[in-house]
């Protein structure tokens, strides 16, 4: 069983910026994979970024790239989610998730993942 917990979500103006973390109960977070997801109001879910357990991979939908980071500290079990220049659309529920693979090969479907945290809320506004 992996529990996860985001924090760092609230209210921005637009290009702002924002970090989120995730913290993963476990000892082996490590090896795990994670992604950062959001669903905003009657969209679905999308993966934002993603990246391996050794951090040696990543991965950005088109949307974001130069803009948002995704990080670990594998010795404090957290994931990141750096997020620049933050637009109104962005306004979403953002959800961290981990598919508990150890991969360099990084899944990107809503399916893959198997564990989730609740979700924290990003209010960007105009």
């Known amino acids: 069983q992996v529990q996860l917990v985001e924090s760092g979500g609230g209210l921005v103006q637009a290009g702002g910026s924002l970090t989120l973390s995730c913290v993963a109960s476990g000892r082996t977070f490590s090896t795990y994979n994670m992604g950062w997801f959001r669903q905003a109001p009657g969209k679905k879910r999308e993966l934002v970024a993603a990246?391996?357990?050794?951090?040696?991979?990543?991965y950005y939908v088109d949307s974001v790239k130069g803009r948002f980071t995704i990080s670990r500290d594998n010795a404090k079990n957290t994931v990141y989610l750096q997020m620049n220049s933050l637009k109104p659309e962005e306004t979403a529920v953002y959800y961290c998730?981990?598919?508990?693979?150890?991969?360099?090969?990084?899944?990107?479907?809503?399916?893959?993942?198997?564990?989730w945290g609740q979700g924290t809320q990003v209010t960007v506004s105009s």
């Open positions: 998730a981990t598919d508990i693979r150890s991969s360099e090969r990084l899944y990107y479907m809503e399916g893959s993942y198997r564990y």
């Open positions: 990246i391996s357990w050794s951090g040696g991979t990543t």
